[in-house]
């Protein structure tokens, strides 16, 4: 007896070969280790290393990340579960990544033959299988994916959109059950609430949901023309209209705000005259990629200053509108690119537009690059008609996708080595102060501190390379420091003298903080050497503009733990804590050095409030750890 009739058969062979195209195209990546976004997030984050799997840990490291309030606790429990099984193993990291990938691959190959059925009625169901399949590959190979699976961080977005595609893929199912006159209440709330709330647990771009799946309503012909429509439309007004006229209230008063961008190099009004041009360069990439321009950092994107500044701006902005006018009128002739064209528009929505986010991120298109293939696969595999026009369509997308599939081959392959890596990155984008700051800290790595490799001189005149390039930030003077101190040669009074200027001058953000946090915790591991009146003087540059709690707590650590002043560290911790109540950690250094001092009561304080901040239990572990020292330096000599 056949467990599955040949059509089934068919599906899972189709689904196999997906998958096996997938882990082909991402397994030299697999041992490329971890980089940037991937340490704040994850190497560094103390509560991911769980060590025990217990409800308070698991809350804890669910409720880790600081990157943004939602603190995508999904996202953050998977990192601490591989931990937990295999420790920081970075190949165990990217298997899990590549199978989450594989797993979106299937349900975008479900998705769309649901699509096809609904979208074009007329197309045989082996025309549609086909498509649907051309569909899914086309998009699980597409280079501009590439951040969504080999680095590491960026599982909180393909995580996010496994349960936006089967949330739109149950919707579907709903809607279909409803045209044959069934009931499909459960599928389409299931996949509509339960799958944006999941998604947004994992990320915030899980929040589009409701507007993808709004624009399904609206480009294909079957649900457009549904009996139900205007029912339909009013449950999009409670899941999608009023929450996005709710959340835009809730936002406007923060990006409005001036002191939002202060940190950026670019106001509102340029950021909104710069993404059109952004938004181009993802289309390009994503339908015709080129290895070269692709990168981890494209921090040397020129801003838009005005819309002839460049020159490309306006019409970039006029490109959009057309975009959206030509999309509005190809739904009724071409629903299929209609709805591909305005999924890559939808998607581009968040990161976009007013949010103070970074101007460029290729992952950002981890939902809309399935638009543009939707669109692609309209135009090669569905328009034509003739029998000559057709072999000619399906020739142009099997060389798609090779070349998708062979590209993001090569680009895993650049990611095998991390100097190599680093190498290629810099030499792709050389006015990138990341990128040249990346490569010289991986030449510092390969030195290994030894004064007599043949790395470090080339790491040094890399860093300082990277120093001088535009929006450099301070990540490579303190890497020129630390190098100096690790080899023990003399430090230029011009290094110290720059930082403490830029900080004095600029807007203290997270590249700032990490820089002076670098320096902190190699003086307190008494691996660095550094004259304390320079690294004091860090500290009141960096406050000089306005208090920053991160630059207190670190002055706090700072000077208990290298000046040996403890009455002083406590008052920088406190205002801290004063500058910002809800964050957990400033409590936590609090109590540890009223502990040290000896002023219990006041550390016990501290621990009740820090109880009272978590959820699910998620601070119960540092508040055990903190009575822990208590008890110990109570047993213990005063």
């Not at 299988?129 to 080999?150: D, K, M, Y």
């Not at 429509?229 to 999009?236: A, D, N």
Request: hydrophobic share 50%.
């Amino acid at each position: 007896m056949r467990l599955l009739d040949r059509d089934a058969r068919k599906w899972t062979a189709m689904g196999l070969l997906l998958v096996l195209c997938v882990v082909a195209a991402y397994v030299p990546g697999l041992h490329g280790g971890f980089i940037f976004d991937d340490y704040p997030n994850v190497i560094d984050n103390a509560r991911v290393k769980l060590e025990h799997l217990t409800a308070n840990g698991l809350s804890s490291a669910a409720f880790s990340s600081e990157a943004s309030s939602l603190q995508r606790p999904i996202a953050m429990l998977t990192f601490a579960l591989n931990y937990y099984f295999t420790g920081f193993d970075g190949a165990a990291m990217k298997w899990t990544n590549i199978a989450i990938h594989s797993i979106n691959a299937l349900l975008v190959f479900g998705l769309a033959n649901l699509v096809l059925v609904l979208g074009a009625p007329t197309a045989s169901a082996q025309r549609r299988r086909w498509t649907a399949g051309f569909v899914a590959a086309a998009w699980a190979l597409q280079p501009i994916n590439f951040f969504g699976v080999l680095y590491i961080v960026q599982r909180m977005e393909s995580l996010s959109h496994l349960f936006v595609f089967g949330g739109l893929w149950l919707y579907l199912v709903g809607r279909q059950r409803q045209l044959r006159g069934e009931s499909g209440r459960w599928p389409m709330g299931i996949g509509l609430f339960g799958g944006t709330a999941l998604a947004l647990l994992c990320k915030e771009s899980g929040v589009l949901l409701p507007l993808y799946a709004w624009l399904l309503e609206l480009c294909l012909p079957a649900l457009r023309n549904a009996a139900d429509r205007r029912r339909v439309q009013w449950l999009f007004v409670a899941v999608l209209w009023l929450p996005a006229v709710a959340g835009l209230a809730w936002l406007a008063p923060y990006v409005l705000r001036p002191e939002t961008f202060a940190a950026r190099d670019f106001t509102l009004a340029e950021r909104l005259l710069t993404e059109p041009r952004v938004v181009f360069d993802y289309l390009q990439w994503t339908v015709y990629p080129r290895l070269s321009e692709f990168g981890l950092y494209h921090d040397d994107l020129v801003v838009s200053r005005g819309l002839f500044a460049p020159a490309t701006t306006v019409f970039a902005l006029a490109g959009i509108l057309l975009l959206a006018a030509l999309a509005w009128w190809l739904r009724r002739k071409r629903p299929i690119a209609a709805l591909g064209l305005l999924w890559f528009l939808a998607a581009q929505s968040l990161t976009a537009t007013i949010i103070p986010l970074e101007l460029v991120y290729e992952h950002r298109n981890y939902f809309a690059s399935l638009g543009v293939c939707l669109l692609i696969a309209d135009l090669l595999l569905l328009w034509p008609t003739r029998e000559s026009a057709r072999r000619i369509g399906v020739l142009v997308a099997g060389f798609a996708l090779l070349y998708y599939g062979a590209t993001t081959h090569l680009r895993a392959r650049e990611w095998s080595e991390p100097l190599r890596f680093a190498q290629i990155e810099a030499a792709k984008h050389p006015n990138s102060p990341r990128a040249t700051y990346g490569y010289g800290r991986m030449l510092v790595i390969a030195s290994d501190y030894d004064a007599n490799s043949p790395h470090l001189q080339p790491a040094i005149v890399a860093l300082e390379q990277a120093a001088k390039l535009p929006k450099s930030g301070l990540l490579p003077h303190s890497a020129l420091l630390l190098t100096a101190a690790h080899t023990q040669t003399a430090i230029p009074d011009a290094w110290w003298d720059d930082m403490t200027a830029r900080l004095r001058a600029n807007p203290v953000g997270p590249q700032e903080i990490n820089a002076i946090s670098s320096l902190v915790r190699c003086s307190r591991d008494s691996e660095c050497r550094f004259p304390p009146d320079r690294v004091v003087a860090l500290f009141e540059a960096a406050l000089a503009r306005k208090p920053v709690p991160d630059i207190y707590a670190l002055w706090g650590d700072y000077t208990l733990n290298v000046l040996r002043r403890p009455e002083d560290a406590i008052a920088l911790s406190k205002r801290s804590v004063e500058l910002r109540p809800d964050v957990a950690q400033y409590r936590i250094n609090l109590a540890m050095q009223l502990i040290y001092v000896g002023r219990i009561d006041e550390a016990r304080r501290e621990i009740a409030t820090l109880r009272g901040l978590g959820r699910l239990g998620q601070n119960e572990a540092a508040a055990a750890m903190l009575e822990q020292r208590i008890a110990d330096r109570a047993g213990g000599p005063t």
